[in-house]
């Protein structure tokens, strides 16, 4: 059974630190793995889909990367602002689930000005 | 990417009654997918909504409880049966993800149940 887990479960910056948010799935069997942003009581907005077959991604200030033999995935969000508050969750599609996703618990993260 | 619409986005609700979400997606897909979110938690599926098919419910969760319709392929309604505080939780629709595709979500339903 694919395991998701989301290493810390908080935290907290000042501005303008970079952040590094960790991703870990226990079965490397997987079609691609997904980052999502989610705003207190709203929806998931995705960042970012890697590819098993990527080493990672760009958009902006975020970079994402996949280390699939290990189980590990990277969000990095550079000189974070205030606005980056939000829980953030990384998501697999493995292959033995089908089209079905498996989430981590998410990173709660504070950007303080 | 696919743009979804779900309604409501909050409501409270007396225990005992039943609330039907809806979720509209701007584009024809094969599959829907419907999550609960507890209060701190991660996201669970419900279920599994296809065109023209009785929904494929997770372990756990019963039609009785969580009846799904899916009468075309943009649109597609939870409804949360006889609720109890324990139900007071965001429930979101997803399309995708096809194989090795993106998921998108809509803006979630926040329901408390009182």
């Known amino acids: 059974k694919q395991e998701v887990t989301q290493i810390p479960a908080a935290l907290s910056v000042p501005e303008g630190e970079n952040l590094v948010l960790n991703c870990s799935f226990t079965?490397?069997?997987?079609?691609?793995l997904q980052w999502f942003r989610q705003d207190p009581g709203k929806g998931l907005t995705s960042l970012l889909l890697?590819?098993?077959?990527?080493r990672e991604q760009t958009s902006g200030r975020l970079n994402a990367s996949l280390d699939k033999s290990s189980g590990r995935s990277t969000l990095y969000i550079a000189a974070s602002q205030p606005g980056d508050s939000a829980t953030y969750l990384c998501?697999?599609?493995?292959?033995?689930?089908?089209?079905?996703?498996?989430f981590g618990g998410g990173t709660r993260v504070l950007v303080k000005p | 990417s696919a743009v979804i619409s779900q309604k409501p986005s909050r409501d409270i609700c007396q225990r005992g009654t039943s609330l039907t979400i809806q979720c509209q997606v701007d584009?024809?897909?094969?599959?829907m997918f419907w999550y609960r979110q507890q209060p701190g938690q991660s996201l669970t599926l419900i279920a599994t909504?296809?065109?023209?098919?009785?929904?494929?419910?997770e372990s756990g969760f019963v039609i009785d409880k969580f009846p799904i319709s899916r009468p075309n392929l943009t649109f597609s309604t939870l409804t949360v049966s006889n609720m109890s505080p324990e139900d007071s939780s965001i429930y979101l629709c997803?399309?995708?993800?096809?194989?090795?595709?993106?998921?998108?979500f809509g803006q979630g339903t926040r329901l408390t149940v009182v």
């Open positions: 079965d490397s069997a997987i079609y691609n």
């Open positions: 584009s024809q897909v094969t599959m």
């Open positions: 997803s399309v995708g993800p096809g194989t090795g595709t993106e998921a998108f």
């Open positions: 998501a697999v599609q493995h292959k033995a689930a089908g089209n079905k996703l498996t």
């Open positions: 890697i590819q098993s077959s990527q």
């Open positions: 909504a296809n065109q023209g098919s009785e929904a494929t419910y």
